[in-house]
């Protein structure tokens, strides 16, 4: 059984998402940038808890934990999406019968392909609302890995956006369609809010 994308060495991830192989690709890499953002708000909250006591920032860390593990997950699920949706386009089309069961499939697989990031993105954004928290109480010396971590969070948030988008383009259903975008719809502008209102505290910390 092959080892889990999270569980490769960096190196052999790396050198995987350079190949000429179309996953692990976008959807993998921006869940990835968003779990190495939020643990790096997690480790800004235990480095800044350790100097000074803060009971809302302690409180915020298993909430953190769960969406970096989350989002770890999400890194493998984005490329078994994907694969998914390879796997309905090679079903056979010999009869009209297996031309239906093939249409079917490939409509499921890209729904599902296009929900994937949508989660990273949903989880993404819970994380950029504690960074507003954590930016406002974390210690000064780590105001540079909490703005690298709301960066990066961000980053993870719009590529998955673009992998929903790409998606979108090939689902036949206009009620799922208009469902995910209005849920684009919504996270994006409230993301950049996050985002924006987080780094401007850390400026002035820096």
């Known amino acids: 059984m092959e080892k889990k994308l999270v569980e490769k ?4 991830f790396v050198d995987q998402v350079a190949s000429d192989v179309p996953a692990p690709g976008g959807g993998s890499v921006s869940a ?25 920032l302690s409180d915020f860390l298993p909430r953190l934990e769960k969406e970096k593990n989350r989002l770890m997950q999400l ?7 994907f694969n998914h949706v ?4 090679a079903l056979p089309k010999g009869t ?28 993404s954004l819970r994380v950029l609302e504690a960074g507003q928290t954590v930016a406002q ?19 993870g948030l719009q590529g998955a956006g673009y992998n929903v988008n790409i998606n979108l383009s090939s689902i036949k259903d206009d009620e799922f369609k208009a469902g995910l975008e209005k849920e684009l ?20 910390k820096i």
Do not use: W
Not at 86 to 89: E, I, S
């Open 9 to 12: 060495k960096v190196v052999d």
């Open 32 to 56: 990835l940038s968003a779990a190495l953002g939020a643990g790096l708000l997690v480790m800004a909250i235990r480095i800044s808890v350790k100097k000074e006591s803060n009971q809302i």
């Open 75 to 81: 890194v493998d699920d984005d490329t078994a999406a």
């Open 86 to 89: 390879l796997a309905a386009f």
């Open 96 to 123: 009209d019968a297996d031309k239906a069961k093939r249409s079917e499939a490939v409509q499921t697989a890209f729904q599902h392909a296009a929900s994937v990031p949508l989660e990273t993105m949903q989880s």
């Open 137 to 155: 109480l974390c210690s000064p010396t780590v105001a540079s890995d909490v703005g690298t971590g709301i960066q990066m969070v961000y980053a």
């Open 185 to 204: 719809d919504a996270v994006l502008p409230l993301a950049e809010k996050q985002k924006s209102n987080a780094l401007a505290i850390i400026q002035t």
